[in-house]
């Protein structure tokens, strides 16, 4: 299938690994311009030239720095000629209890997981609406669906971004407009950021890595973890001219593991 999207440019949040890269790569494939952003400058620029080895007909700058932060955004920004595609994502926050959690803990994960998000859309809607085409994708958490007890500072913050996107994907200047917001809900996906989980696990145990990681692929229907490639394949096509019909919703990609029917 062809996504009808070669030639666009996207500006990719947190690509230098997981999830986040595994939906740059998707789009480079589909001949999307990519400007792709990570705090590490070293791993950011390893997946560049990897990605443009992919598809060299296609650009891809890498902007090291903090997303968070106004100064970091603005870099990204002017990176990206015009942002046709937008990609939120960022790493989550430590799990805990809630009742260890000061003011200035809850407003850091505000920040990078509902607020950062916001301001980007902020800043790049009104362009695609005016353009005619948009497509933002927020990379939020299966917690949204289903919340997990430990991870109350990401449960919050995703759902607070699920929200207010929610009214806005439905504002018919946009929607009209050929502009949609929809968002992508991991479940357990072979990340670092699962493997630092798993190996968390298995000290607090005291079982080997390799037993919780097996125990944990067991509880998922599919026996298996998801793939960042298989993850950014669903991206691009959210952001294809396929799925100009598409928006408001939040896409569960858990293996099946949620067990509601809704």
């Given at each position: 299938m062809n996504l009808g999207i070669s030639g666009r440019w996207a500006l990719v949040c947190a690509a230098s690994k997981g999830l986040g890269r595994g939906c740059a790569q998707a789009l480079v494939q589909e001949g999307v311009n990519?400007?792709?952003?990570?705090?590490?400058?070293?791993?950011?620029?390893?997946?560049?030239?990897?990605?443009?080895?992919?598809?060299?007909?296609?650009?891809?700058r890498a902007v090291?720095?903090?997303i968070t932060t106004t100064e970091g955004r603005a870099e990204a920004l002017a990176a990206c000629p015009r942002v046709d595609i937008l990609i939120n994502n960022a790493g989550g926050p430590p799990p805990g209890d809630f009742r260890d959690w000061d003011r200035e803990t809850w407003l850091k994960a505000l920040d990078a997981n509902m607020l950062t998000p916001i301001e980007l859309i902020k800043a790049t809607v009104d362009g695609m609406a005016q353009q005619g085409f948009g497509r933002i994708v927020n990379i939020t958490s299966g917690a949204v669906k289903a919340p997990i007890d430990a991870l109350g500072l990401s449960n919050g913050a995703r759902s607070g971004l699920t929200g207010f996107v929610a009214g806005l994907a439905r504002q018919k200047r946009l929607a009209s407009r050929n502009v949609t917001l929809n968002a992508m809900l991991p479940g357990p996906f072979d990340t670092d950021r699962l493997r630092a989980t798993l190996a968390g696990a298995a000290r607090a145990t005291g079982k080997t890595v390799d037993e919780v990681t097996a125990a944990r692929r067991e509880t998922n229907p599919t026996g298996r973890f998801g793939s960042a490639e298989e993850f950014g394949a669903v991206c691009a096509f959210l952001c294809s001219v396929h799925a100009g019909y598409i928006t408001g919703q939040n896409i569960l990609m858990d293996g099946g593991a949620y067990p509601g029917t809704f």
């Open positions: 990519v400007v792709i952003t990570a705090r590490g400058s070293e791993a950011l620029l390893v997946t560049q030239e990897e990605l443009k080895a992919l598809n060299p007909a296609v650009e891809v090291a720095g903090d």
